[in-house]
């Protein structure tokens, strides 16, 4: 738990040591240099340096004393309200002078996008721009993360075709969509969860995820390569199509979860 907190923390641009003397403040109440050192682990001999940066950035508050100072931590709704202002004025500045930058890019190339949330980033940026067809793969865990515009463009009536990798018993908040089965076995054949996205027969993303954390899709415009990612998404849609019209004939020959049709060699 406090590594995800110091994770956070580092993200909003502090050092792990800073990440854990501001933790140490904000659980304790204020404090001296000394027992700031002492309750946070940062040794002594960095701990008036890590305290004057958390100061110039505004995390914590200062106290001169006649012995020595006291300091004390900013709640963090204020730091957050900060934050996401700064954030706020910093991109209008940015998108403001660096609009007029469109160099083209080869989207004919295989583009490379690592890192979980920079990977559905940029499926929600694609969805956005989505007009008039989805075919999309996608795990129960990952669905969370762009669930909110699959559901506005199925408001809008765009045509959609889902396939969601999840247990029977789950709530899924969508009307379109086929639910897979054999999950153990498709992460096994892939190596773990994997994604693939194709908007409006023009773009696809494809690629694996390993973690909530690690992941890696390529990001292309290449005919070929949206051509066949469409119709691996077709393909299950087809497939559990013809398992609604004729489930318990199927079951009786491929199995409860159909396993014996994966039995092609």
């Known amino acids: 738990m406090q590594e995800d907190r110091i994770f956070l923390l580092n993200r909003i641009g502090l050092t792990d040591a800073e990440a854990k003397v501001y933790l140490a403040l904000l659980k304790t109440g ?3 240099g000394y027992e700031a050192s002492k309750y946070s682990s940062v040794p002594r001999s960095k701990i ?4 004057e940066s958390l100061v110039m950035k505004g995390f914590i508050l200062y106290s001169e004393e006649e012995s020595s100072n006291r300091y004390a931590s900013v709640p963090i709704r204020e730091i957050s309200a900060r934050v996401k202002h700064e954030a706020d004025v910093t ?9 007029n930058y469109r160099a083209e890019t080869d989207l004919n190339g295989f583009w490379h996008i690592r890192e979980y949330e920079n990977v ?40 959609l075709g889902i396939v969601y990798f ?5 709530e899924v908040p969508l009307e379109h969509y086929c639910r897979h089965g054999m999950l153990k076995e498709k992460k096994q054949e892939m190596g773990g969860r994997f994604l693939n996205l ?9 690629g694996q995820i390993v973690s909530d954390a690690v992941s890696e899709v390529i990001w292309t415009r290449s005919k070929p390569m949206v ?3 469409a119709e691996c ?33």
């Not at 008036?48 to 305290?51: A, E």
């Not at 991109?91 to 609009?99: F, P, T």
């Not at 999840?166 to 789950?170: C, F, I, K, M, T």
């Not at 609604?244 to 092609?264: A, C, N, P, W």
């Open 227 to 229: 051509a066949m990612a």
């Open 166 to 170: 999840g247990e029977e018993q789950d």
């Open 120 to 159: 559905f980033a940029k499926c929600r940026s694609i969805l956005k721009e989505t007009r008039s067809e989805l075919l999309l793969q996608i795990w129960a865990e990952d669905l969370p993360k762009m669930l909110e515009e699959i559901q506005a463009l199925e408001k809008q009536g765009i045509r």
């Open 30 to 32: 204020s404090m001296t």
């Open 91 to 99: 991109m209008v500045k940015l998108e403001s002078q660096l609009d």
């Open 233 to 265: 998404v077709r393909h299950d849609l087809y497939f559990y199509k013809g398992v609604d019209m004729l489930k318990s004939h199927m079951q009786e020959d491929l199995g409860t979860e159909f396993h014996r049709v994966r039995e092609i060699f």
């Open 48 to 51: 008036y340096n890590v305290l």
């Open 198 to 206: 194709v908007s409006d027969n023009r773009e696809v993303i494809f």
